[in-house]
Antibody, heavy 127, light 109 residues
């Protein structure tokens, strides 16, 4: 079964740090690009960060740039998000999500969708 | 930055009715980069549609996606009880790389 399981969330004070992990199973992790997406309480989805399959290409949302670091260990089938200088507005459920394989079918092509999601881990930033 | 605006915010319908959800982009979006997700309370989002019109694995054929340019639509032909949820459209662009619409809630009338 294809699965992503996040861990590492919790309560942290403003200015503190937290490291999230995402364990992948049921597929060849090293072949897939990955994302972190978050959802503040009662709000919509916000993309946070992307990492290519090899780890050589990384992107961040402006809201987390300079504070968060995405990484992966393909030997351990794991994705990480190091979160520093946390703020109240970082409070959210954090999901890891697999970027689906690109392709074309019937004259139409598709890219950059997220086809597998973990259940999420909750991060609360509060004093 | 491309902004996705979903309408309506809430859609109140009865089981068996047809649901039409709109996703409008502030500038033209490649159909190849447009996806739709379903999210139920307390659950992670689930991919429904990718490439604007391709159904994800295991998604019933009552779900269909269409559109191009700045206007995209998710249609649920006949609502089943399990379809009442929040739906998000998503596009891929330059900065930020991925953006989502604010969501449309489909609720039981």
């Amino acid at each position: 079964e294809v699965q992503l399981v996040e861990s590492g969330g919790g309560l942290v004070q403003p200015g503190g740090s937290l490291r999230l992990s995402c364990a992948a199973s049921g597929f060849t992790f090293s072949s897939y690009e990955m994302n972190w997406v978050r959802q503040a309480p009662g709000k919509g989805l916000e993309w946070v960060s992307y990492i290519s399959s090899s780890g050589s290409t990384i992107y961040y949302a402006d809201s987390v740039k300079g504070r968060f670091t995405i990484s992966r260990d393909n030997a351990k089938n794991s994705l990480y998000l190091q979160m520093n200088s946390l703020r109240a507005e970082d409070t959210a459920v954090y999901y890891c999500a697999r970027v689906g394989a690109p392709g074309c079918s019937g004259g139409s092509c598709y890219y950059y969708y997220m086809d597998v999601w973990g259940k999420g881990t909750t991060v609360t930033v509060s004093s | 930055e491309i902004v996705l605006t979903q309408s309506p915010g809430t859609l109140s319908l009865s089981p068996g009715e047809r649901a039409t959800l709109s996703c409008r982009a502030s500038q033209s979006v490649s159909s190849s980069y447009l996806a739709w997700y379903q999210q139920k309370p307390g659950q992670a989002p689930r991919l429904l549609i990718y490439g604007a019109s391709s159904r994800a694995t295991g998604i019933p054929d009552r779900f269909s996606g269409s559109g191009s340019g700045t206007d995209f639509t998710l249609t649920i032909s006949r609502l089943e009880p399990e379809d009442f949820a929040v739906y998000y459209c998503q596009q891929y662009g330059s900065s930020p790389r991925w953006t989502f619409g604010q969501g449309t809630k489909v609720e039981i009338k």
